[in-house]
């Protein structure tokens, strides 16, 4: 039974096109988080929502776009893909608070390539 | 300078040896750091974390802390080829983000 789950594992397309990945999280956290892993292994936040609400949007183009439908569920939308948007992109969840001990649990990521 | 800083490697060690991973940080006020572990096209993981100053262990693995050098460390005692992975500092900022280094691979090998 997967904790955080990620669609579509896998996406190749072409510049230029728009893109979704979806995430779903059965842990019962309020906070979910997207992160993009580049090809140097480096992992950087890009947006958090806490129980629907954006409390962290990272320095990013705005063809990104967050959606929480609800505490549960996290969408990224691209708009207007690019060369240097292909990388592997996690979504993450975690509890806040004094239960938070910093442990994230990540999907299993989805590698997006653009051509 | 980045926020958190390790060296990508690789770092080879031969099975039974003792690895040392190093990470520096930037924010003086940090508070709480992280050591992940990541399997090649797997995601992160964490595997210890640690907030006071000093040494923390388990098992095979101890996480050291000096906030006054802004320095943390992993090192895995006995390692084996299945500890081979990318190790990931993680610092968490005072505005709650955690923070990761680019990681240092890690190749134990037989």
């Known amino acids: 039974d997967t904790a955080v789950s990620q669609t579509p594992k896998y996406l190749v397309t072409q510049m230029g096109n728009d893109k979704s990945i979806k995430c779903e999280q059965n842990?019962?956290?309020?906070?979910m988080y997207w992160y993009k892993q580049d090809s140097k292994k480096f992992l950087k936040i890009m947006f958090s929502y806490n129980n629907k609400e954006l409390i962290i949007n990272e320095t990013v183009p705005n063809r990104f776009s967050p959606k929480s439908p609800d505490k549960a569920h996290l969408n990224l939308h691209i708009n207007s893909l690019e060369l240097g948007d292909s990388a592997v992109y996690f979504c993450?969840?975690?509890?806040?608070?004094?239960?938070?001990?910093?442990?994230?649990?990540f999907g299993e990521g989805s590698r997006l390539t653009v051509l | 300078q980045k926020e958190v800083e390790q060296n990508s490697g690789p770092l080879s060690v031969p099975e039974g040896a003792i690895a040392s991973l190093n990470c520096t940080y930037s924010d003086r006020v940090s508070q709480s750091f992280f050591w992940y572990r990541q399997y090649s096209g797997k995601s992160p993981e964490l595997i210890m974390s640690i907030y006071s100053n000093g040494d923390k262990e388990d098992g095979r693995f101890t996480a050291q802390l000096n906030k006054a050098s802004q320095y943390v460390s992993l090192l895995i005692r006995d390692s084996q080829p299945s500890d081979s992975a990318t190790y990931l500092c993680?610092?968490?900022?005072?505005?709650?983000?955690?923070?990761f280094g680019q990681g240092t691979t890690l190749q134990v090998k037989p």
């Open positions: 993450a969840s975690s509890q806040p608070g004094a239960a938070n001990t910093g442990e994230l649990f």
């Open positions: 842990l019962g956290h309020d906070t």
């Open positions: 993680a610092v968490r900022s005072n505005t709650g983000k955690l923070i």
